[in-house]
């Protein structure tokens, strides 16, 4: 079984699943049976792939796969682990459940690039980033990524952030501006009471 595993969970990743020893093992098998020798380019195109301790962990000690072999031993690696062992190639060579897995991984990848990014930027470098990165998108890329911001949020959130826009806003202003602001607030005040008397004596 093992000897076809390497061909067959390609084709049907949502049938099959292994262990990252057992698809390795299985891969081999597969090369022994094929006379493929490890490594020959007239074989196939063949990576280093770190196995069985990833690259991430300190792993030092490789073996020969072929590509669409590493692709998916990245994947099972991954798994394994509880970390992103792959690079983003790998989902050009995977379909079904495999496929899945892989983006799973991927935007794990990315969200630990953001963090770390986080962690060695100043908040400067950071609004700079967020500003050309908001630069490059069309309006309805900005557009769908708010609404999907805005559909995340809690009400207390979104009270929260209105909270602090208003603050803000406040802290931008001069005095004559919050003063002006002010006397139109108390206006339209005074002229809601007026319209409510008025109101109040046409009925009476």
């Known amino acids: 079984m093992l000897a076809c595993a390497a061909s067959a969970l390609i084709n049907?990743?949502?049938k099959i699943m292994l262990t990252q020893q057992e698809w390795v093992e299985g891969c081999y098998a597969y090369y022994a049976e094929n006379y493929y020798e490890p490594g020959n380019p007239e074989d196939?195109?063949?990576?280093?792939?770190?196995?069985?301790?990833?690259k991430c962990e300190g792993g030092e000690v490789t073996?020969?796969?072929l590509k669409h072999h590493h692709a998916l031993q990245g994947v099972l690696q991954s798994e394994e682990y509880g970390r992103p062992c792959i690079w983003g190639w790998e989902a050009n060579y995977l379909e079904?459940?495999?496929?899945?897995?892989?983006?799973?991984?991927?935007?794990?990848h990315g969200?630990?690039?953001?963090?770390?990014?986080?962690a060695t930027t100043t908040p400067e470098q950071r609004s700079e980033l967020?500003?050309?990165?908001?630069?490059?998108?069309?309006p309805e890329q900005r557009s769908e990524i708010a609404r999907k911001r805005e559909a995340a949020q809690t009400s207390e959130q979104?009270?929260?952030?209105?909270?602090?826009?208003?603050?803000?806003?406040l802290a931008a202003q001069t005095p004559e501006q919050r003063s002006e602001i002010a006397r139109k607030r108390e206006?339209?005040?005074?002229?809601?009471?007026?319209?409510?008397?008025?109101?109040?004596v046409t009925k009476a």
């Open 12 to 14: 049907m990743p949502d």
């Open 44 to 54: 196939g195109e063949w990576e280093d792939a770190h196995y069985p301790v990833p």
């Open 63 to 65: 073996i020969k796969l």
């Open 96 to 108: 079904g459940e495999m496929l899945e897995m892989c983006k799973k991984w991927l935007s794990e």
């Open 111 to 118: 969200r630990r690039c953001r963090t770390a990014q986080i």
């Open 130 to 138: 967020s500003r050309k990165a908001n630069a490059a998108r069309t």
């Open 158 to 169: 979104r009270s929260e952030r209105n909270r602090r826009a208003r603050l803000t806003q």
């Open 187 to 200: 206006a339209a005040k005074r002229l809601a009471r007026e319209a409510a008397m008025l109101q109040s």
